[in-house]
């Protein structure tokens, strides 16, 4: 139980163009769904996080306009990066907020920005 | 702001020997959690750590918390190459947020 899905693994674009993650959580509901990034040879920093039917919080110095979240239903949360840039490649993790605030993973998406 | 210190960043150890890693966070949290990633990999839990005095063992990991001295450890005891890997302990905030130490890069060798 408490499986956390991304979509895609992986993905490479353009510069300029937008890019959208999925994080899906395929066996409960969650109402709280946290977005990292992580940057090679470094730690997970928390981007936002994503409530169920409201709007993100995001964490200072995170562009809410440049990373578009939506949360529009239980199970299924949305990371738009939009008009992306090489230094927007990183490894960007989702993670799904379960009973007791345990958190559960999903396996990343690694971006590349060409 | 709650940060969390992790020490030391880089640990080459030999097999079979023990060492211990060390997770300080800067304010009152309530829980400490242990997680391992291998490369290109994303976070696969270990541990939570709930209470002041908590002990868990796994294998040949032990993690434990002392939140009066706002310290966690992770133990390995008799390391084998398969614990090589990056450990990161994070404390957790009200409603959910977690604050990552800046990892742990494990190398084991022979």
């Known amino acids: 139980g408490a499986v956390v899905s991304q979509h895609p693994s992986w993905v490479i674009c353009k510069s300029g163009t937008s890019v959208k993650i999925e994080c899906r959580s395929l066996?409960?509901?969650?109402?709280?769904m946290f977005w990292y990034r992580q940057f090679p040879k470094q730690s997970l920093m928390l981007m936002a996080t994503?409530?169920?039917?409201?709007?993100?919080?995001?964490e200072q110095g995170v562009e809410k306009d440049k990373f578009l979240i939506n949360h529009a239903s239980l199970t299924l949360s949305t990371l738009t990066v939009t008009s992306a840039h090489p230094e927007d490649s990183s490894f960007y993790i989702c993670?799904?907020?379960?009973?007791?605030?345990?958190?559960?993973f999903g396996p990343g998406t690694r971006l590349t920005v060409l | 702001e709650l940060k969390v210190e992790q020490n030391p960043l880089f640990l080459s150890m030999q097999e079979g020997k023990n060492y211990t890693i060390y997770c300080n966070y800067s304010?009152?949290?309530?829980?400490l959690y242990w997680y391992r990633q291998d490369p290109g990999k994303s976070l696969e839990s270990l541990f939570v750590?709930?209470?002041?005095?908590a002990v868990k063992q796994e294998g040949r990991l032990m993690a434990s918390l002392d939140t009066k001295a706002r310290l966690s450890t992770l133990h390995i005891t008799a390391a084998v190459h398969d614990l090589s890997a990056t450990y990161f302990c994070?404390?957790?905030?009200?409603?959910?947020?977690?604050?990552f130490g800046q990892g742990t890069e494990l190398s084991v060798k022979p």
């Open positions: 993670s799904a907020g379960g009973v007791a605030d345990t958190q559960y």
């Open positions: 066996d409960f509901q969650a109402t709280t």
């Open positions: 994503s409530n169920e039917g409201s709007k993100a919080t995001y």
């Open positions: 304010t009152t949290s309530d829980r």
């Open positions: 750590l709930l209470s002041n005095g």
């Open positions: 994070a404390s957790q905030e009200t409603r959910g947020k977690l604050i």
